[in-house]
């Protein structure tokens, strides 16, 4: 079945690398107009944003930190200039600074949830506030508005070394289901993905060599992640397809959180 996003405006944060990339691409293949939000260097989000338009497609790429409201504001506004609307936010943004507990910095406990939570928020508050004001667009989508959060599997599996990242993710779980109780009843759809491993750049040193093998012990699918898998997602979540799924999450993770571990054992 051919799923057609034609009419509708995306926005994706952190568009210039991984599965940010990977979703504005698909958004955009889908029939979207696509804006790319890149944090520090704007060359592979303007490049991706080139390559959409020479392909029939529309996108810009926007510069915003999303841990910072004024930023935010400015990114919306940008978005709303360009397209003149929103109907899908892609809140996908996110980092890690991984450290024991004993030897995190709160700087570095402070960037992961700013960037992380905090990120979700500010974007999420923006697009609700234009999905509330203008409402079911009709012929264009059933819903006023969709926005997917880019969770983890971490918002279940606890993390150690990584207490800065599984808290910022189990705090995106409460967020969006939150959200989504708060808004559904005006038919603007929150969801989330939690991708298990996922080949980016956010986890090259664990999905390579020595590492990877280590890594596929935790998949019972016996592979990593490719972007695809998630994207395809987000457009399926995007669409009217899943028009009736609300406040949910979608693990990605070759059964990751299934807890392989218990598998004859316990
Ligand atoms: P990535 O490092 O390629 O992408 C992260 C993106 O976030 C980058 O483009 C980066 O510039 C952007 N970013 C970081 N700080 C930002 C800020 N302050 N403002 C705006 N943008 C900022 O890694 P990825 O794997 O594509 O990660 C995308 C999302 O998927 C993240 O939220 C990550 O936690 C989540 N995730 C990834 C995996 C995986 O295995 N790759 C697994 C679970 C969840």
Redesign the pocket.
């Known amino acids: 079945m051919q799923i057609s996003l034609a009419r509708q405006v995306a926005l994706v ?10 979703a504005a691409r698909a958004l955009a293949d889908a029939g979207a107009s696509v804006v790319l ?5 704007a060359g592979p989000a303007q490049d991706l944003a080139r390559e959409i338009n020479a392909n029939g497609g529309r996108a810009i790429a926007v510069g ?5 409201e004024q ?1 935010i504001e400015r990114l919306f506004a940008q978005t709303l200039e360009a397209f003149g609307t929103l109907d899908i936010l892609v809140a ?5 600074k991984d450290a024991a507990a004993v030897d995190m910095s709160l700087e570095d406990w402070n960037t992961v949830i ?3 939570l905090t ?1 979700q928020f500010l974007c999420a508050r923006a697009a609700l506030r234009i999905f509330t004001r203008q409402g079911i667009r009709q012929g264009v989508s059933r819903a006023a508005g969709k926005i997917i959060h ?5 918002q279940r599996i606890p993390w150690a070394g990584h207490i800065n ?1 599984a808290a910022s ?1 189990g705090g995106v779980d409460l967020l969006m289901q939150s959200l989504a109780q708060e808004t559904s009843h005006q038919r603007i759809r929150i969801n989330s993905i ?10 090259r040193d664990a ?1 390579e060599g020595e590492q990877e093998q280590k890594l596929l012990e935790l998949i019972p699918y016996g592979r990593v ?1 490719d ?1 695809e898998d ?1 994207a395809n997602a987000v457009v399926w979540l995007a669409s009217d397809l899943s028009d009736y799924v609300v406040g949910t999450t979608l693990f990605i993770d070759g059964g990751m959180s299934l807890y392989p571990g218990f598998r004859g054992n316990g």
């Open positions: 944060t952190g568009a210039s690398s991984g599965i940010g990339a990977g939000n890149y944090h520090s260097s915003a930190d999303v841990s910072k930023d996908n943004s996110g980092l890690q700013g960037t992380n990120g880019m969770s983890s599997v971490h990242y993710k939690a991708p298990g491993a996922i080949r980016t750049a956010i986890n999905t992640g972007v998630v």
